[in-house]
């Protein structure tokens, strides 16, 4: 089961765009990356997920290197409502059994 | 960094029997622990809230007394899904809360049910 390492927190500012990496090193062959938003007191609400390249939806984008071995979780022009705590997740195929859940990253959006 | 475990990680029951999940908080206290379940390709949902001392609180749709949960003390919570039946199959994840920090929750590796 692959580990994920993410920067335990970042501030920025309304309407820029913001990028958050995780580092999976153990990635493996079958591994899904995929990302979770959490508000306080809330459960994780799924964001992305992705295998390689790119993945693009209505809330961000997922950039995955060819090695796979990190991803960036991109999030365009935020608002203060996108302050959270965000998961980085590597799981077993495409069906997001036996994860490895960290820390996350505690996003905080400033006026 | 907090660690939370479940046990077991993996239960295969006979359809009508009842299975008891643990949901530990090993070197922290957690007032709140949630209880999550989560299907095929599908991200997490969220079935109870779980205060220690009092009633769990169960999100719409999750039958209380299918699923009962117990946080009896601040390291433990427990998830008794009774009456087991094969579409309750799933990938059952708890978190802890830190005490006074909303933001902090700590996830367990998940146990995943197979109900025969």
């Known amino acids: 089961l692959a580990k994920t390492t993410q920067p335990i927190s970042m501030d920025s500012y309304e309407g820029q765009e913001v990028n958050i990496t995780c580092s999976h090193n153990n990635i493996a062959t079958n591994d899904y990356i995929t990302w979770y938003q959490q508000f306080p007191s809330q459960g994780p609400r799924f964001i992305i997920q992705?295998?390689?390249?790119?993945v693009t939806n209505e809330v961000a984008s997922l950039f995955i290197p060819a090695d796979r071995k990190s991803s960036t979780l991109s999030l365009p022009r935020v608002s203060l409502s996108d302050t959270a705590v965000y998961y980085c997740l590597v799981g077993e195929g495409d069906s997001n059994y036996q994860l490895i859940w960290g820390a996350g990253t505690k996003l905080i959006i400033k006026p | 960094g907090a660690v939370v475990s479940q046990h077991p990680s993996r239960v295969i029951c006979k359809s009508g029997t009842s299975v008891k999940i643990e949901c530990r908080s090993l070197?922290?206290?957690?007032?709140?622990m949630f209880w999550y379940r989560q299907f095929p390709k599908q991200s997490l949902m969220l079935m109870a809230t779980s205060n220690e001392g009092s009633k769990a609180t169960y999100e719409q749709g999750v039958e209380k007394d299918k699923f009962l949960i117990n946080h009896a003390s601040l390291t433990l919570s427990t998830l008794t899904v009774t009456s087991a039946h094969p579409e309750d199959s799933s990938f059952y994840i708890c978190?802890?809360?830190?005490?006074?920090?909303?933001?902090?929750?700590?996830f367990g590796p998940g146990t995943r049910l197979t109900v025969t």
């Open positions: 978190s802890a809360q830190l005490q006074g920090d909303s933001y902090e929750q700590y």
């Open positions: 070197d922290f206290q957690a007032t709140t």
């Open positions: 992705g295998y390689k390249t790119k």
